[in-house]
């Protein structure tokens, strides 16, 4: 038996010289024992000379080799150099799919690139000080050696940054200007948690359905190994052990009715046909009681109740989102659910405080459609945010705010009575006659997206808007009472 000592386990080249040279020298696949780096074994080591081939090997064979020693299957140096022995009387192998040996190799294929993936998508960048300021750290345990597969993504990426990703086969370094890898490292010596951290794990668990729960699909998307690393998925464990207690409380839990005042009002209102084009609220508890009469469009039928504004009667600072969701059409209150949870953080974050503005919604019922048990948000059409206007006029022309923050493109419509996009009218304000209007995304945007480096990127610019806006309300508001909600 011949022994192949490679220099490390990603050791491309070195395999490369001794697989020709073993092959040159007619050595069959039986014969001859892979190992990497510092393993004993017995046998005959055999020194690797630069060897030739003597028939010509295809690329795509070539290629595929270099993502398979990628891969941690302790047999890939073996199969690849059976492949490759193989060739020379199978010239056409690579093409044969249900050979054994090449749907192995095109397998582990798939598993690095997948692991490569997933080191781009969950990457999570700490960041830490040092006598040349911030710099990022990441701690992850890839599922197969593809560090230096996916660290050109991150120099290209955070190209400005210093940065350093640390797993335990290896160590990647970008200091600005060149990239560097060095030995692994365990996991206590990357940094630990950090504050922005926590906001992730609340909005993951506040999000995480219930009666969605697919432990196998979630595990797909991201396998344990991962989730160890990842402060949102922290929670899971716990989420799943509560999943199916959760779920029973949900599926059985019946819709809150409006009160019975409200009800009264309403029901006062419809029948006194005090309720129709004529009738103007004269206050924001007069539109919370009066919405619940509204016929301006069909939403009504299927919602819970309407969800009008919430917070003081006067207010310099009014939010406007898209609509109440399953919760807030539960509950009567706009933003509850795990997009106001969300806006709670970044409102926070960006020290405004909340009771001290108006939140409302462009659309004040739930527009949704069944799906099962469950109730799916649907977007509400331009006809439906134009017929809901009337409310957000009246609700303007009562709290009076100096500044309106519309939540989204929807809330955009409805608030600047057109098109508005969040990419090209965001960061600065528009005269909207009563008020200085501001359009930047709506929090559950935040939630969609893919990257952990895009969405810290999206809270800090969100949190940046609000600080914004509360500036320019000039951080106060008129003395009030609260609404009727
Ligand atoms: N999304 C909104 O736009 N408004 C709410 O009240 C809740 C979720």
């Not at 080249?13 to 892979?34: D, T």
């Not at 086969?169 to 996991?187: H, I, K, M, Q, T």
């Not at 922290?234 to 819709?255: D, F, K």
């Not at 926070?348 to 019922?365: F, M, Q």
Request: glycine share 6%.
């Amino acid at each position: 038996m011949k022994i192949v000592r490679l220099a490390h386990e990603t050791d491309f080249g070195g395999w490369r010289r001794a697989a020709r040279a073993l092959r040159s020298a007619g050595v069959s696949p039986e014969a001859v024992a892979w190992t990497a780096g510092e393993q004993a074994q017995l046998g005959e080591e055999v020194t690797v000379a630069d060897g030739d081939c003597a028939f010509p090997v295809p690329r795509e064979f070539v290629e595929l080799a270099r993502d398979v020693v990628l891969h941690r299957d302790p047999a890939r140096f073996a199969l690849l150099y059976r492949l490759l022995w193989r060739l020379r009387n199978e010239p056409g192998l690579m093409h044969v799919a249900t050979d054994a040996d090449v749907a192995r190799a095109m397998e582990l294929r798939k598993g690095v690139e997948r692991a490569a993936y997933r080191l781009k998508q969950y990457v999570r960048f700490r960041e830490v000080e040092d006598d040349k300021g911030a710099a990022y750290v990441a701690w992850i345990e890839p599922e197969h050696r593809v560090l230096a597969r996916a660290a050109p993504f991150f120099v290209e990426r955070f190209a400005n940054m210093r940065w350093a990703v640390l797993t335990p086969d290896a160590c990647a370094s970008w200091d600005g200007e060149a990239l560097s890898f060095s030995p692994g490292v365990s996991r206590e010596e990357a940094p630990a948690d950090d504050a922005q951290e926590d906001v992730w794990r609340a909005y993951f668990a506040a999000t995480f359905n219930p009666a969605r729960l697919k432990v196998k699909a979630m595990t797909a998307q991201m396998p344990k190994s991962l989730w160890r690393n990842l402060p949102e998925a922290q929670v899971i464990p716990r989420l799943i052990q509560q999943a199916a207690t959760r779920a029973e409380t949900m599926v059985g839990a019946p819709h809150t009715e409006p009160s019975k005042r409200t009800a009264r009002a309403v029901a006062r209102s419809v029948r006194d046909g005090t309720f129709d084009d004529a009738y103007v609220p004269t206050s924001v508890a007069d539109v919370w009681t009066a919405v619940q009469a509204c016929r301006r469009c069909d939403l009504w039928r299927d919602a819970t109740q309407g969800v009008a504004g919430e917070g003081p009667a006067r207010a310099a600072l009014m939010f406007v989102g898209e609509q109440p969701g399953d919760q807030e059409d539960l509950a009567g209150k706009p933003f509850i659910g795990p997009a106001g949870q969300m806006f709670d953080k970044a409102l926070a974050e960006a020290g405004v405080p909340r009771a001290e503005t108006y939140v409302t919604n462009a659309v004040k019922h739930f527009k949704h459609e069944p799906r099962g048990k469950r109730r799916i948000h649907a977007k509400p059409n331009v006809g439906e945010i134009r017929a809901c206007r009337w409310w957000l006029e009246n609700e303007r022309r009562l709290v009076r705010p100096k500044v309106i923050v519309a939540l989204g493109a929807t809330a955009g419509q409805a608030v600047f009575d057109r098109p508005v996009s969040v990419s090209k009218d965001r960061g600065h304000p528009f005269d909207l006659g009563d008020a200085q209007g501001l359009i930047t995304v709506h929090p559950a945007y935040l939630l969609r997206l893919p990257s952990h480096e895009d969405r810290a990127r999206a809270w800090k610019l969100f949190v940046a808007d609000l600080r914004a806006a509360w500036e320019l309300a000039g951080g106060s508001h008129a003395e009030g009472a609260s609404s009727g909600a």
